[in-house]
C-alpha cells in the first residue's frame, strides 16, 4: 500500500511570506530560553534543504464561533510530517564519525521514516525499532528509505529500551522522537516560517498536538519569543491524555497501558524529561478530543479543503473545530502519511457518528 498526502486544491488560499531572511528576525529579548538561539541555527540551516509548508486557508473551516481556522500543512514536508525537521538538524549536528556508525531511532512510524531518510541523505543509515501494530504502510515507506526496522512490543518504553540496547551494542548514536535537545530545535522551525506567513497579523492561538512533547515544546518556545500573545494550545486525544493529566498534576503522569487511539502517529504514553518543563513553561492549555472528533475533522478537512492528513494530522483541527475562539487561529496539519484504503476505512466506521 502506499502513502497519500493529497495536494491542497486550488480553492485554497496559501498564505505567502514576507521576504525576510532568518538572519533578519528581531526576536525578542526578554524572555530568551538558551533553545531560542538553536532554534534559530536550525532555521538557517532547514531553510537551505528543506521547503517550507504551507499555510493554508479554507473559508469553509472555522471555529463554532466563526474564527477562520489556518492549517499549517505538514503533511506537505518530505516524509510526509513535520518529523523531518528535527531528524534532518539532529543528524546534521552530528560529526562524521558518528554518522560513519550510524543511527538508532524509535517511531510509531512517522519519525522512522524521517530518520532513515535524513540518515540516508547525509551519508548515514538508521535502525528504527517500531511496534508490532505499527501500520504496514509506515514499516515499508521506512524500510524503501533505507532503514532497517526492528519490531517489538506495541509500548513507547519498549521501543525506547530496545532502541538503547542497540545503540549501545552496536556503537551507534540515539535519535529520540522528542526528548532531545536539537530535534525540539528542529520541530521549532515551524514557528520561524509561522512568523513570516502571518507578517503583520498573527493569529490568537496556535494549536498543537502533542505526543512526547517535542514538537510543542519547540513551537511554544520560539512562539512566546517573538509573540508571546498568541497562545499555545496543546491538544491529546481522550484515550492517550497522559500531557494533559501531567500539566494539570504538576508531574508527569504515564499511561498504564498502549493507547487505542486512531492517532497512531502520537500514542505515547509519557512526555519527555526534557519536554515537559518547557511546556509547563511555554504551553497555556491543553485539551483533550474525542475519536469521534479526531475523525470527522479528517474527513471533513479531506473533503472541503482536499487535503489528506492521517488521524493524528487532524488532532490539532479537531481541538480548533469545535473552539469558541474569535478571529484567527492556526492549527498544526502534522501529518498525513495516511492510506486512501485506511480513510475510507475511518470515514465507513465514523460517518454516520460525525
Given at each position: 500500500?502506499r502513502l497519500?498526502t493529497?495536494?491542497?486544491?486550488s480553492?485554497?488560499?496559501?498564505?505567502?511570506?514576507?521576504?525576510?531572511?532568518v538572519?533578519?528576525?528581531?526576536?525578542?529579548?526578554t524572555?530568551?530560553?538558551p533553545?531560542?538561539?538553536n532554534?534559530?541555527a536550525?532555521a538557517?540551516?532547514?531553510a537551505?534543504c528543506?521547503?517550507?509548508?504551507?499555510?493554508?486557508?479554507?473559508e469553509?473551516l472555522?471555529?463554532?464561533?466563526?474564527g477562520?481556522?489556518?492549517?499549517k500543512?505538514?503533511?506537505?514536508m518530505?516524509t510526509?510530517?513535520?518529523?523531518?525537521?528535527g531528524?534532518t538538524?539532529?543528524l546534521s549536528?552530528?560529526?562524521e564519525?558518528d554518522?560513519?556508525?550510524g543511527?538508532?531511532?524509535y517511531?510509531?512510524?512517522?519519525?522512522?521514516?524521517?530518520?532513515a531518510k535524513?540518515?540516508?541523505?547525509?551519508?548515514?543509515?538508521?535502525?528504527v525499532?517500531?511496534?508490532?501494530?505499527?501500520c504496514?504502510?509506515?514499516?515499508?515507506?521506512?524500510k524503501k528509505l533505507?532503514?532497517v526496522v526492528v519490531?517489538t512490543e506495541?509500548?513507547s518504553?519498549?521501543?525506547?529500551e530496545?532502541?538503547?540496547?542497540?545503540?549501545?551494542?552496536?556503537a551507534?548514536?540515539?535519535?529520540?522522537?522528542?526528548?532531545d535537545?536539537?530535534?525540539i530545535?528542529g520541530q521549532?522551525?515551524?514557528a520561524?516560517?509561522?512568523?513570516?506567513?502571518?507578517?503583520?497579523?498573527?493569529?490568537?492561538?496556535i494549536?498543537v498536538?502533542?505526543?512526547?512533547?517535542?514538537?510543542i515544546?519547540?513551537v511554544s518556545v520560539?512562539?512566546?519569543h517573538?509573540?508571546?500573545?498568541?497562545k499555545?494550545?496543546?491538544?491529546?486525544?481522550?484515550?492517550?491524555?497522559d500531557?494533559?493529566r501531567?500539566?494539570?498534576?504538576?508531574?508527569?503522569?504515564?499511561g498504564?497501558?498502549?493507547?487505542e487511539?486512531?492517532?497512531?502517529?502520537?500514542?505515547?504514553?509519557?512526555v519527555g524529561?526534557?519536554?515537559?518543563p518547557?511546556m509547563q513553561?511555554f504551553?497555556?492549555?491543553v485539551?483533550?478530543?474525542?475519536?469521534?472528533?479526531?475523525a470527522?475533522a479528517?474527513i471533513?478537512?479531506?473533503?472541503?479543503a482536499q487535503l489528506?492528513l492521517e488521524?493524528?494530522?487532524?488532532?490539532?483541527?479537531a481541538?480548533a473545530?469545535?473552539?469558541r475562539w474569535r478571529?484567527?487561529?492556526v492549527?498544526?496539519?502534522s501529518?498525513g502519511n495516511?492510506?486512501?484504503q485506511?480513510?475510507?476505512a475511518?470515514?465507513?466506521?465514523f460517518?454516520?457518528?460525525?
Amino acid at each position: 500500500m502506499r502513502l497519500t498526502t493529497r495536494r491542497p486544491c486550488s480553492s485554497l488560499t496559501v498564505i505567502k511570506r514576507e521576504n525576510n531572511s532568518v538572519n533578519e528576525w528581531t526576536w525578542r529579548k526578554t524572555l530568551k530560553h538558551p533553545l531560542m538561539t538553536n532554534i534559530e541555527a536550525a532555521a538557517t540551516r532547514l531553510a537551505s534543504c528543506l521547503p517550507q509548508s504551507p499555510l493554508l486557508c479554507c473559508e469553509r473551516l472555522r471555529t463554532r464561533a466563526g474564527g477562520r481556522i489556518l492549517l499549517k500543512a505538514e503533511n506537505q514536508m518530505p516524509t510526509g510530517s513535520f518529523k523531518i525537521r528535527g531528524a534532518t538538524w539532529r543528524l546534521s549536528r552530528m560529526n562524521e564519525s558518528d554518522r560513519l556508525a550510524g543511527v538508532v531511532a524509535y517511531s510509531t512510524g512517522n519519525h522512522a521514516q524521517a530518520v532513515a531518510k535524513a540518515a540516508r541523505d547525509s551519508g548515514s543509515n538508521a535502525i528504527v525499532v517500531m511496534s508490532l501494530d505499527t501500520c504496514p504502510a509506515k514499516i515499508d515507506a521506512t524500510k524503501k528509505l533505507g532503514g532497517v526496522v526492528v519490531l517489538t512490543e506495541c509500548t513507547s518504553s519498549a521501543r525506547k529500551e530496545l532502541a538503547e540496547q542497540i545503540a549501545r551494542e552496536q556503537a551507534r548514536v540515539l535519535v529520540p522522537p522528542y526528548d532531545d535537545d536539537d530535534v525540539i530545535a528542529g520541530q521549532g522551525t515551524i514557528a520561524c516560517e509561522l512568523v513570516q506567513q502571518w507578517r503583520a497579523h498573527p493569529p490568537r492561538a496556535i494549536f498543537v498536538p502533542i505526543g512526547g512533547g517535542g514538537l510543542i515544546a519547540g513551537v511554544s518556545v520560539a512562539i512566546k519569543h517573538v509573540a508571546p500573545r498568541v497562545k499555545i494550545v496543546g491538544v491529546e486525544p481522550e484515550l492517550e491524555d497522559d500531557a494533559y493529566r501531567s500539566l494539570r498534576g504538576g508531574k508527569i503522569v504515564e499511561g498504564s497501558h498502549a493507547s487505542e487511539s486512531i492517532a497512531d502517529a502520537i500514542k505515547v504514553q509519557r512526555v519527555g524529561a526534557i519536554t515537559f518543563p518547557l511546556m509547563q513553561r511555554f504551553v497555556d492549555d491543553v485539551v483533550r478530543v474525542s475519536e469521534v472528533e479526531i475523525a470527522t475533522a479528517m474527513i471533513r478537512i479531506e473533503r472541503e479543503a482536499q487535503l489528506l492528513l492521517e488521524p493524528s494530522g487532524a488532532v490539532a483541527a479537531a481541538a480548533a473545530l469545535k473552539s469558541r475562539w474569535r478571529g484567527d487561529i492556526v492549527a498544526l496539519a502534522s501529518g498525513g502519511n495516511v492510506t486512501m484504503q485506511r480513510f475510507w476505512a475511518l470515514q465507513k466506521q465514523f460517518a454516520h457518528l460525525s
